[in-house]
C-alpha cells in the first residue's frame, strides 16, 4: 500500500529544523517522550502533596512545604487542595500520559512498525507537538495566576466551574489549555489513522501489523472522534465564563436564564468514557506484543485479541452513562447503560485468555520490559473486575464518588498505563537512542514500583469500601473516617516510596542516553519491520521500503534452520 | 513505617468494612458487593495461578522450545469463548439481574404519601451546609408552619421517608455511608431518593460531589429517632416555627411544591 506520499525528505540541516521545528516523525516523539515524562513528574510531585495532605492533614509538608506555602507555615491550603487533585487528573491524562503512549508510541512506532518513511502528513504532526507544547504552558502559566489555576476537579462539573464556583481566570485558562490539547490530539489522530490506511509497506494487511499499531490505530480512531465533543464542550463552558451565556447554569444563581448543568456531564462522559480506552488501548497493544517476543512464541489468538480491540473501541461509545448513575437518568438509560457496560467483560476476558495463552509453553525471558508487561496483566486485571462493582447500579449507589472509584480507575488508567508505558520505554529505547539502558536498574525499578504501587491502589479499593469519599481536604473531620488513618499512611507512604523508586528510572534514562553501551540492531531478537533497520535508525527509515511476507510475531517455528529461533516480518514463513 | 503495619492486616480488613447499615434494604447492596467480590476474587485467582503458574513452568530454564501455536486451532477457540462466555454468564448476567430486581423493587419502588405513611422531607444543598424542610401541620411545602433545619436531619425509626433535593448553587451529592445511598442534588432539577431506617442513633451525611473548597466540611448529622422522640420534637419544632418563623423572610421560603 505505498502510495506516492513515500518518498525520501531531504535531511534537515540546521539545529532548528533538526530539533525543534523538525518534521521527522521520530524526533516528534522524543520531543512528546521528553514532554510526558518533565509533567509525568509535576503530576507525580502533586499526588505526593494530595497524599501527605490526606495522611497528616494539618503537618507541614515536609522538605519543601515552607518554600511553596509561605503563608500556611508549609501545610497545603484547603483552596491549593483543591488546585492539587484537580491538576493531577489534567497534568497526568492530558500532558503525561497522552504524549508519553499516544505521542512518543504512536509516532515512533507507527512509521517504523508498519516500514513507512514518515507519517502521512509531517507538517501536521509538527503542528500537534506544538500545540500540544503551547497548550502544556496555559496549564503552567494557569498555576502562577492570582486566584490558582483550575480547582473542581478534572471533570470540570458546571456549576462549580462557571463563574458561581470558579470566579479565578485558572479555570479559563483550563479550559484554553484543553481546548488546545483537543487540536493536537485530533491533529495527531488524523495523521496517525491515515499513516496506517495508507503507508503500509507492501504485502502488509492489517493483520499483519503489530498489535501495538493496531492499539495506536484504534485510539487514533477514537480520538479523532471524541476529542472535538470535549472541545465543544469546553467551548461552551467558556462561552459561559467569558461571555455570559448560560448553557450549564440553572438555580438560584442563573439570574439571565437558564440551561442544565447535566448536559455538560453528557458531553464530557460521551468523551470520557472512549478517553479511558484511549488511553489503555496502546498500552494494551505493546503488552499484547511483548507477551509474544518474550515469550518467544506467537501471540496467542493475534487475531482475536485485534479483534476483540475493536469490539471495545465500538463498546466505549456506548456505556459513558454508568458515571452519571447518581444523578438519576430516567430509569431506562439506566438499566441499558449498566446492560452495556457489562458487555465489556467479555472483551476483557479474551484479552485475558489470550496473554495467558501466549505466555503459556513458552520459553519466557524475564527481561525488564517483559516484568513490565506481566505487571500490566496484573495490576489491569485488578483494575478490570473493580470494574464490576461500580458498573453495577445498587453497589454504584454506595461507591459512587468514593475512594473505590479512585483506586479502580488508578488501577486500570494509571498503572496499567504507566507499566505498560515503562515496558514501551525499556523496549524501543536502543532503537530511540542507539544505546541500552541498564538492565539490573530496570528490574530494581520495576519491583520497586510494582510492589508500592499496589500498597497504594489497593489501599484505596479498601478506604473507598470502607465510605471514605473522593476529594475531601481532610477525611477526618468525619468521625467515622478516623478508623481509616493507618491505611491512609500506609497509602502515604507507598506513594514516597514508589516516587523514590523513580528517581532510579530517571538515573538509568538520563545515563544510559551518554553511557550506556551501543545497541546492535535487533538486541531483543524480534522479528518486526523497526528490527531490520540500525539502531538509531537513518533519517529516512527504510532505504528500500520492505515488502512484508509473513506476521509479526514469528517466534519458535520448528522449520527454522539457521539457528534464530524467530523470522523477520521481511521473510518468507519457513513451512515444514 | 506504613509497610512495617501490615502485619495487622486481619484488622485493617475490618477497618475497611464500611460503616454499620441501618437501613431496611442496604443489605441488599451489601450483599451483592460481596457476591461481585467473591465472584472477583475468584477470577482474579485464576488469572494469577496463569500468571505466576506460566511464569514459573515456562521460564527459559525450563522450557527451552515453545511451542509453536498461532492459538486459531479448534480447541484453543472453544477454550477462550468458554472462558469469555463463563465471566459474562456468571458475573455480569448475574449482578445485572440482581442489581435490575433490586432497583425495581426497592430502590425505585418509591413510596406514595397518598395511600402509605410516608415522612416527606425537602432537601436543599448549598456551599457548604444542607438545609432539611418539614411540611408543617398543614402539610403543605413551603408555608409559614414549615420546620426548617440546617446540617441537622431527623427521622423516625421504621417510617418510609421520602426526600425531594435540590442545589442552590453548584451540584452536591447526598451520601449517607450507613444506608448505602446516593443522590446528587441538582440547580435546577429536582432528585428523589427514600429509605426506612431501622436502628436509632447519631451518624454522618455527606457530600459526595466536589463542591468548592470547603467540599470537605459540607457534612450534616443524621438523628435516627423513636416514633414517641421524633414526634415530641417535631410537634415543639413545628410550634417554635410558627411562633418565630417571618412569613417575609424571603430567604426561609426556598422550599417548593411538593409533586410526586
Known sequence: ????????????????????????????????????????????????????????????????????????????????????????????????????????????????????????????????????????????????????????????????????????????????????????????????????????????GYFDMPLTV??????????????????????????????????????????????????????????????????????????????????????????????????????????????????????????SFMTLTMTISITSAIFFANWLGTIWKGSIRFDSPMLFSLGVVFVFGLGGLTGLHLGTVTTDLYLHDTYFVVGHFHYTMAASVLLGGFAGIYFWFPKMFGRMMNETLAKIHFWGTMIPLNGIFFGMLMVGYGGMHRRIYNPFVYESLQRLIPINTMIT???????????????????????????????????????????????????????????????????????????????????? | M??????????????????????????????????????????????????????????????????YTYGNKKKHLLVTAIIGAAVFLTIDLNITRISNNDLLNQFWKWPDPKTEKVMRVEVMAQQWMWSFRYAGPDQEFNTADDVVTNNDLRVPVNTKVLFHLTSKDVIHSFFVPNVRLKVDTIPGRVTRVWWEVNTPGKYDIACAEMCGTHHYLMKAQLTVLTEEDFNRWLATSEQLALNTNDPDDKNLAWGWKWEN
Open chain 2, 2 to 67: 506504613g509497610l512495617l503495619q501490615l502485619g495487622v492486616s486481619q484488622s485493617w480488613w475490618q477497618l475497611s468494612m464500611p460503616p454499620k447499615d441501618i437501613s431496611t434494604n442496604g443489605h441488599l447492596i451489601d450483599h451483592l458487593w460481596n457476591y461481585t467480590t467473591m465472584l472477583c476474587i475468584f477470577y482474579f485467582i485464576l488469572v494469577c495461578i496463569g500468571l505466576f503458574g506460566f511464569s514459573f513452568l515456562y521460564s527459559r530454564k525450563r522450557n527451552k522450545t515453545p511451542y
Open chain 1, 214 to 335: 493496531w492499539g495506536l490505530w484504534l485510539t487514533a480512531i477514537l480520538n479523532a472522534i471524541f476529542v472535538p465533543v470535549l472541545g465543544a464542550g469546553v467551548i461552551l463552558l467558556i462561552l459561559d465564563r467569558v461571555f455570559g451565556t448560560t448553557f450549564f447554569l440553572a438555580g438560584a444563581s442563573a439570574t439571565s436564564g437558564s440551561g442544565d448543568p447535566v448536559l455538560f456531564q453528557h458531553v464530557f462522559w460521551i468523551f470520557g468514557h472512549p478517553e479511558v480506552y484511549i488511553l489503555i488501548l496502546p498500552a494494551w497493544g505493546i503488552v499484547s506484543d511483548l507477551l509474544s517476543f518474550f515469550a518467544r512464541k506467537p501471540a496467542f489468538g493475534a487475531k482475536a485479541t485485534a479483534l476483540s480491540m475493536t469490539a471495545v473501541s465500538v463498546l466505549s461509545t456506548v456505556v459513558y452513562g454508568h458515571h452519571m448513575f447518581t444523578t438519576q437518568m430516567s430509569p431506562l438509560l439506566t438499566q
Open chain 1, 493 to 576: 507512604w507507598s506513594a514516597i516510596l514508589m516516587g523514590a523508586f523513580q528517581i532510579i528510572f530517571v538515573f538509568n534514562f538520563l545515563w544510559s542516553l551518554k553511557k550506556g553501551p551501543k545497541a546492535s540492531q535487533n538486541p531483543w531478537e524480534v522479528g518486526t519491520l523497526e528490527w531490520t533497520i540500525p539502531s538509531p535508525p537513518v533519517h529516512h527509515n527504510y532505504d528500500v521500503i520492505p515488502v512484508v511476507k509473513c506476521g509479526p510475531h514469528e517466534f519458535g517455528n520448528p522449520n527454522l534452520k539457521n539457528g534464530r529461533d524467530f523470522q523477520y516480518q521481511t521473510e518468507e514463513l519457513v513451512q515444514g
Open chain 1, 1 to 204: 500500500m505505498s502510495g506516492g506520499f513515500n518518498e525520501i525528505h531531504p535531511e534537515p540541516t540546521t539545529f532548528i529544523s533538526k530539533y525543534l521545528i523538525s518534521f521527522d516523525h521520530k524526533v516528534i516523539a522524543k520531543q512528546f517522550l521528553w514532554m510526558g515524562i518533565i509533567f509525568l513528574g509535576l503530576g507525580g510531585m502533586m499526588a505526593l502533596l494530595i497524599r501527605w495532605t490526606l495522611a497528616y492533614p494539618g503537618v507541614p509538608f515536609p522538605l519543601l512545604g515552607g518554600m511553596l506555602f509561605p503563608d500556611s507555615a508549609g501545610v497545603v491550603p484547603p483552596d491549593v487542595y483543591a488546585t492539587l487533585f484537580t491538576m493531577h487528573g489534567t497534568v497526568m491524562i492530558f500532558y503525561a500520559i497522552t504524549p508519553i503512549l499516544i505521542g512518543a508510541f504512536g509516532n515512533y512506532c507507527i512509521p517504523l512498525m508498519i516500514g513507512a518513511r514518515d507519517m502521512a502528513f509531517p507538517m501536521l504532526n509538527m503542528l500537534s507537538f506544538w500545540f500540544a507544547a503551547l497548550s502544556g504552558l496555559f496549564v503552567f502559566i494557569s498555576l502562577l495566576l492570582p486566584l490558582g489555576s483550575a480547582a473542581g476537579g478534572w471533570t470540570s462539573y458546571p456549576t462549580l466551574s462557571t463563574m458561581i464556583g470558579s470566579p479565578g481566570l485558572g479555570q479559563t485558562f483550563w479550559c484554553v489549555a484543553i481546548f488546545l490539547f483537543g487540536i493536537s490530539s485530533t491533529m495527531g489522530a488524523v495523521n496517525y489513522v491515515t499513516t496506517v490506511i495508507t503507508l503500509r509497506a507492501p504485502g502488509m
